[in-house]
């Protein structure tokens, strides 16, 4: 039985508090100097120790499987240029598969061309940095449906995506199987939500490689997947808290039950042919309580939804869709539930507005 790791890395610049009237580029919209604090403190505490450890393992057979925005990209060129230079160098040994997702880390909420066309320039930004030709796909929270892959597919010639694996959509199956779109050649791999809780929640308090790796080895079937930010390493869970220790004893640990292997969801699909065929008419996700309505159900989110979806086109045809593309991304919706976010994020809508 194969075990999928997937880290997802993201990390959102941070908005001005006071935009310009009008803008040039979305550039004018971020706070560079904050934006920079931030990276810094989470290259320092998270991306760098584990990229670190990452590299320190993979001669124990650790693989993991990672999606990076392209908006972490652009910051590690800027101030981190080291993280950039391990990534390319754990792809090139195949200790990471690196999985193609919206390079702006857009909102699921948006349509699904928006982010197939982001996944695209994702892909060729891994492409151009890395070498790579990712054929698995994510979205952010690993939001997914019918419709989704089939764009993703049709497209991009996806050969697998990752999904959550929510009760409410398998009923009496289990997601330690390979299944496949209904009508296109698309294998999906899904997260574990029980696994994947234990190390988002668990970690740093009652949870011990040992205890995951146990579990993980009494599943039937074909592959557990067990996905979380990579944030949750060094951020979420302080080093203090043994959140890098976890990782250090994962392959040790996995040693000892010899059905269970590290793999890639690349080799995954590679290994196994779905057992059935599975429709997802409504889109899923990892976000409470399995779909999208963390990023649409206050008024608060709604209204910046339908600006943004209101100025679509309109920045697309005066150059600015990268600010649009900005103002969009999944981590400012989601927060936009609070008034102090969705006040900074109303604000720089109206900047983008106002010089359309």
């Not at 590690?76 to 792809?91: C, D, K, P």
């Not at 199987?177 to 296109?184: A, E, G, I, M």
């Not at 039937?220 to 951020?235: D, K, Q, R």
């Not at 290994?271 to 008419?281: F, G, K």
Request: proline share 6%.
């Amino acid at each position: 039985m194969d075990f999928v790791f997937y880290l997802e890395f993201h990390q959102p610049l941070e908005l001005k508090r006071e935009p310009p009237g009008r803008l040039g580029s979305w550039l004018e919209l971020v706070d560079w100097d904050a934006s920079r604090r931030r990276f810094e403190e989470a290259a320092g505490r998270c991306y760098a120790p584990l990229l670190k450890l990452l590299e320190e393992l993979a001669p124990q057979g650790l693989r993991v499987a990672v999606r990076v925005s392209g908006l972490l990209l652009e910051q590690a060129e800027r101030w981190g240029r080291g993280l950039v230079e391990s990534l390319e160098g754990l792809a090139s040994r195949g200790a990471v598969e690196l999985v193609a997702g919206p390079h702006f880390n857009a909102a699921p909420a948006l349509p699904i061309e928006e982010l197939v066309e982001q996944t695209r320039l994702n892909a060729a930004r891994l492409r151009e940095l890395f070498g790579v030709e990712a054929r698995v796909c994510a979205n952010p929270y690993l939001a997914y449906s019918d419709d989704i892959g089939s764009a993703l597919s049709d497209r991009l010639g996806a050969r697998a995506v990752l999904a959550e694996g929510v009760r409410h959509l398998l009923a009496w199956r289990a997601p330690y199987f390979v299944y496949k779109h209904p009508s296109r050649a698309l294998a999906l791999l899904l997260r574990d939500p029980n696994l994947s809780n234990e190390v988002a929640f668990g970690l740093g308090r009652w949870l011990t490689a040992s205890a995951l790796v146990e579990r993980a080895s009494r599943a039937e079937g074909h592959v557990v997947v067990v996905g979380v930010p990579a944030e949750t390493f060094g951020l979420a869970v302080p080093a203090s808290s043994g959140a890098f220790e976890f990782l250090r004893w994962l392959p040790r640990e996995l040693a000892k039950h010899p059905w269970v292997r590290f793999a890639t969801p690349s080799e995954v699909v590679e290994r196994y042919e779905p057992v059935d065929s599975l429709s997802v008419p409504a889109p899923v996700s990892w976000l409470e309580p399995g779909d999208l309505r963390p990023l649409t159900e206050s008024p608060l989110q709604q209204a910046i939804l339908s600006l943004l979806l209101e100025l679509r086109g309109r920045a697309a045809e005066a150059g600015l869709e990268d600010a649009w593309r900005l103002l969009a991304q999944a981590d400012y919706l989601l927060a936009a539930r609070s008034v102090a976010a969705a006040a900074r994020l109303l604000k720089a809508a109206c900047a983008l507005r106002s010089s359309l």
